[in-house]
């Protein structure tokens, strides 16, 4: 018996086993059926595994944007009494759902040992096709088929926190963390459970109330600066300040300040803009320097013209600066 092939042999050898490879997925793929039009280009790539999940992934988020898309417009026919326009994008939905479910199908059948795979498919299951049992499922088959994937923590995680095991969801999302530190989503999703669950993780943690909220800041703060063109994280972290209150905290109102300042020039939309103006100028009040304040404010009024908030805070702060 010869245990080591010359290298002509081995070369041979690997040809051999990469074409029988690309006819089992050729098997596969066709005893899957044809894919829809829209899902056509992932047969193009399904030979290179690492290709296809990455394909497919943008393909689920795209559909996903979409699906929101789809709902702002459902709900501004409804309000315009446009029931048939509603009816059409409903249906628009449930197509969307179901491509994004025949895609993970695809990719799991032919690859059913990929973790990411088996994770985004689990995400399908717990997020839009109502089996809320097997996307939990799938997430613990990701996490057995490589234990260094961070995503099924973090789905599990947030799972736990919203059914209330505070042990488990705690467990998972800092596992999440320490996998994968830099992932700004990860910063988030913690320090959001921190901020919102704060008497029992502190009993969990055996941490005090001041300790708790300053590591939550910490991860806000981290989240956002990771992610330095992503105006939700810049904006969680400006609004964090505000749960000062609930930990007996008198925050730090001028960085808070320049928290949405930096979270301007990243607002998508006007009325983001407005109230990153409009908050700018009520924690310079907050701090007790309100000469600062008239101009944010000035310009939050201006935007926003008939906002009795924003024409108080103004009056205000320039009741107070001069």
Partial sequence: MRLHAGKGEQARTIMSISAVVSVSLVVLASAFGPLPDELSGL???S??????????????????SLIEWDRQLIDEHRKAGRRDLASTKEVGIGRRIDLIR?????????????ARAVN???????????????????????MQL?????PPHNNLGIHYFHTGDIVMGLEHLQKALELDE?????????????????PDIGKQLGMSKEKLYKEAMEMSKDAAEFAPDEYDFLMDYAVNF????????????EEAARAWQRARPHAPTEIELFYTFLNEGRVWLRSDKAENAVKPLEEAVA???????AAQLLRKARQHSV
């Fill in 242 to 253: 505000y749960a000062a209150e609930n930990f007996d905290i008198e925050p730090d109102w």
């Fill in 120 to 142: 985004y498919f689990g995400e399908y299951y717990y997020d839009l096709g109502r089996e809320e049992n097997k996307g939990l499922q799938h997430w613990r088959v990701a």
């Fill in 182 to 198: 830099e992932n700004p989503d990860y910063l988030y999703n913690l320090s959001q459970m921190y901020l919102n669950y704060f």
């Fill in 43 to 45: 047969e193009a790539v």
């Fill in 102 to 114: 025949q895609t993970w199908e695809y990719v799991t059948n032919l690859y059913p040992n990929n």
């Fill in 47 to 64: 030979q290179d595994q690492g290709a296809l999940i990455d394909a497919a992934r943008r393909l689920d988020l795209q559909q996903k």
């Fill in 303 to 309: 935007l926003q013209p008939k906002s009795d908030v």
């Fill in 146 to 150: 490589d234990n260094k994937l961070a």
